[in-house]
């Protein structure tokens, strides 16, 4: 089975180097950029959040990192596959091919007896970007077929799925719309799909979030703000039927978050801008009783210098159930810099939710940061994720499990042909728990929370722009 994976790696090396071309390169260069595009290390836009907090710059080429109060994204995989290189007219649409081999030392993320993989990848890709006065999308999909060389029960056609979209929309001169969506599906790797990024064993895990939101212009300095999110997860049985820790999964606990919130924000200087928000949630978690959040937020966004901004927000945090009512603070920290070879940023982020497929209504406080490399070396693209969750249950839930996670994920692009690029990552998941996983009230206990995780992965990636005018 190896040796199938890496003849057709060699010989799509092959073909598709024969097929480069003459083109708008893929991947950010140090060259310059056609009228519109974004410099390589020039910081786009800030992001507006569901809550109304700007997330900051983001690289140029790539997605967004979304960090948003109690409404935030799975971590990034191993390789970001939903890379998005700068449009080179007002419309792009982008179909690609990567063809990788992963090394996985724990195929089914348990605590114990862990066995190793060698994994053939193949991850077809489609990504729109569409740029025009007042407009602005972004949206990319992908899925990933894999071949296990050790455990051939694992093999299937769609292993992987991931859909992401971004649309902003001004509607006139004082009123502006956007939606953001994303969708991850993975059949084996729980934490890949998790929101919290909690692994809760070898599983199928299915995750959504959808985000709309409206902002108003009040006045040339005040802005009203008007936001939602419904956030899904789902976790199933995984593959191996036959495997304790699976069994154990079967008690794994869905969950649906409905959040809608409105804030303003006051431009008191240049630099200074004032943020007020409010939040309500509703927390259906299997299992649970019923939850209610409200959530006060206060803070401020600076710009410190041109390429330097830091934002932060806090309040109190009320979350009400049949059996208890619980106060906890509520925070979001980001500080944001512009380099000339690329892009850091680092984020704080607090507030209630769950911990994935262990369930229970948790107290989530995560850190994070960003560094991003794409100028310092011509054709070199560089990104350095790492996040770290500490999950605490609250009185209020049903579970009585604490989990700390580590993930770090380093990724690289190199770029040797106009539509062909070298990829490779390395992924650490290191995940420690206090508790069992038992859940209050129903007898079921899931597997061992402490889980340690290698993923090293190469390839190659073929992508072809197809420019609009």
Known sequence: MVRVGIVSL?????????????????????????????????????????????????????????????????????????????????????????????????????????????????????????????????SAVNFTAEIYARNPELDSAA?????????????????????????????NNSNNAAISGVASGQQESLSNVLAPAISVSLTPRTTWRVSGAYILERFGSGNNQNSQNNRNNQNSQDSNIYRIGTGFDHTLTPRLTLLAAYDFAYLDVQHEPTAFNHTLRFGGSYQVTPTLTVSATAGPSLLLTEHDT??????????????????????????????????????????????????????????????????????????????NVLTVTLGARYQIARYVSLIGSYQLLHQTGSGNGSTRGTGSTNNNADIDQNLVNFGIQFGYPINFY
């Open 326 to 403: 619980q106060i906890t603070p509520a925070a979001t920290a980001r500080i944001t810099k512009a380099m000339s070879w690329g892009f850091m940023s680092a984020f704080y982020d607090q507030a209630i939710a769950t911990n994935g497929g262990f369930g229970g209504l948790t107290d989530n406080k995560t850190f994070g940061g960003n560094i991003t490399v794409s100028t310092l070396l011509r054709n070199l693209f560089l990104d350095l994720s790492p996040r770290y969750t500490i999950s605490t249950s609250t009185g209020a839930s049903q579970s009585n499990t604490d989990i």
């Open 10 to 138: 060699a010989a799509t090396f092959s073909l598709l180097a024969s097929l480069a071309a003459a083109q708008p390169p893929t991947t950010p260069t140090p060259t310059t950029p056609t009228p519109g595009t974004p410099t390589p290390g020039e910081p786009t836009p800030p992001i507006e959040s569901p809550t109304g907090v700007p997330q900051g710059p983001t690289p140029s080429g790539t997605l967004p990192n979304v960090q948003i109060p109690g409404v935030l994204l799975p971590p990034r995989g191993p390789l970001d596959f939903l890379y998005a290189p700068p449009p080179q007219g007002p419309l792009t649409l982008t179909p690609s091919l990567a063809i990788t081999e992963e090394f996985n030392d724990n195929v089914f993320l348990t605590h114990s007896d862990k066995r190793s993989d060698f994994i053939t990848q193949f991850t077809p890709g489609l990504t729109l970007q569409a740029r025009q006065p007042g407009f602005q999308l972004l």
């Open 159 to 187: 292993n992987r799925l991931n859909f992401l979209t971004s649309v902003s929309y001004q509607a006139s001169q004082r009123v502006n719309l956007s939606l953001t969506e994303n969708l991850t599906f993975n059949r």
